[in-house]
């Protein structure tokens, strides 16, 4: 079992549209929480850092943890086709090194 | 806005050659680390450091692999002997505390030919 699940997609999404992106882990360790956009062949950019249960938003981003489900959510309000990236979620519990998922490729339409 | 800053961005080599990846951490930044995304694939980990010393390693961090801090701001991974396989984006990235935000530098793209 893979210790980050996230799907790939692609998701489309037209503009405006909320969105949603998931993923799930199985080590129970984990206490902290990234949410991280890449664009094609740049380095990852933090978007948001969360280590509770509960939401924590930040403009049109909300991280949204549940640790007791191991399940973790990032919602964008109001896309732009600029959101259009990969995002990966990351999760660490050693402060030592990330365990990222694979990354969801989202592509907000005109 | 500090950053992480990387060089050079893009690198080719011949297998077998060695090559150093250079990082500049965020200045008040002690906690340093390597990671590296084959094309299409998860980025994965490599290394952390931190006072001086390797905190982790993952098992892609073999002999061939080295890193160094050789001065108050530069953090550099060294790959001693190239393999095709190694052709990848290298990413360092650094933290302040050990749960603070890590940034990410825009990467190197080594191309092992």
Not at chain 1, 89 to 99: S, T
Not at chain 2, 77 to 100: G, H, V
């Amino acid at each position: 079992q893979k210790e980050v699940e996230q799907d790939p997609g692609p998701l489309s999404v037209p503009e405006g549209a909320i969105v949603s992106l998931n993923c799930t882990y199985s080590n129970s360790a984990f206490q902290y929480f990234m949410w991280y956009r890449q664009y094609s062949r740049k380095g990852p950019e933090l978007l948001m850092y969360t280590y509770s249960s509960g939401n924590k938003e930040d403009g049109r981003f909300t991280a949204q943890v549940d640790k007791s489900s191991k399940y973790i959510s990032l919602f964008i309000r109001d896309s732009q086709p600029s959101d259009s990236a990969t995002y990966l979620c990351a999760m660490e519990y050693n402060f030592n090194k990330f365990y990222f998922g694979s990354g969801t490729k989202l592509n907000v339409k005109p | 806005e500090p950053e992480v800053t990387q060089t050079p961005s893009h690198q080719v080599t011949q297998m077998g050659q060695e090559v150093i990846l250079r990082c500049v951490p965020i200045s008040n930044h002690l906690y340093f680390y390597w990671y590296r995304q084959i094309l299409g694939q998860k980025v994965e980990f490599l290394v952390s450091f931190y006072n001086n010393e390797i905190s982790e390693k993952s098992e892609i961090f073999d002999d061939q692999f080295s890193v160094e801090r050789p001065d108050g701001s530069n953090f550099t991974l060294k790959i001693r002997s190239t393999k095709l396989e190694d052709s990848a984006m290298y990413f360092c990235a650094s933290r302040r505390d050990r749960n603070t935000e890590a940034f990410f530098g825009q990467g190197t793209r080594l191309t092992v030919v």
